[in-house]
């Protein structure tokens, strides 16, 4: 991703930039439904908490409710890490908020496919965001927050929401923060499905992935 490159030495020669591409056969376009999605791993700079503050504070000012299906691999007891048991597993109730596990591939097309929308809720400068792609291929919008490269993938009110990150003394305000997610939430039925999947067969195939480098390294051959 371009957002990648800052953190690159200065005079990096760069002599090209190409995104990552996936088969168009491999994942299918879904019509949705009635819940929302997180995939990946379950640590604390993934944000995957200041999602499931946006759903619980989503359910309580609407009729409707909606669940969040959490997938992904935690790591309670590894080394220090208790993010898990302390920030997220109490919150799991299996109606609203649910873990489902580590997802095989097709599992996790079967997934996307019915998502309302992804949430990508990362705290950290993504380097880019597969799953976001992936999102996009099944068809499903994505809401996310501007890390890093997201806003590169995700074209903000098309195929996705951008949330902003706001701080107070140097520090995530994951009040306002969780709130501009749960507003998201009300929003994203809004979007058309089938831009999502067009957005992805323009720019994020396997096949474009490959054209892009032989191109790169024809002209680097010159």
């Not at 299918?28 to 999602?51: Q, V, W």
Request: net charge negative; proline share 3%.
């Amino acid at each position: 991703s371009h957002s990648q490159r800052e953190g690159m030495p200065l005079d990096t020669n760069w002599v090209g930039n190409v995104y990552h591409g996936l088969s168009e056969s491999r994942w299918s376009a879904g019509m949705g439904g009635d819940y929302l999605s997180y995939i990946g791993r379950i640590i604390e700079p993934k944000g995957l908490h200041l999602a499931i503050k946006a759903v619980k504070k989503y359910n309580a000012v609407n009729d409707s409710k909606i669940t969040l299906k959490i997938a992904g691999k935690h790591y309670a007891g590894h080394k220090k890490d208790s993010y898990w048991k302390e920030i997220i597993e109490p919150y799991i109730d299996n109606k609203y908020i649910e873990f489902i596990g580590h997802l095989d591939d097709a599992e996790k097309a079967e997934l996307l496919k019915g998502s309302r929308a992804l949430i990508v809720p990362s705290i950290f400068d993504e380097p880019f965001g597969m799953v976001a792609i992936e999102a996009l291929a099944s068809s499903t919008p994505v809401i996310c927050l501007d890390s890093g490269a997201l806003p590169e993938i995700i074209k903000n009110g098309v195929t996705g929401l951008i949330v902003t990150k706001s701080y107070t003394d140097s520090a995530l305000d994951s009040e306002t923060v969780s709130d501009r997610i749960m507003d998201a939430i009300g929003k994203v039925d809004k979007l058309d499905r089938t831009i999502c999947r067009k957005d992805f067969e323009n720019r994020f195939t396997l096949r474009r992935m490959c054209c892009e480098y032989n191109d790169i390294y024809h002209e680097l051959s010159k």
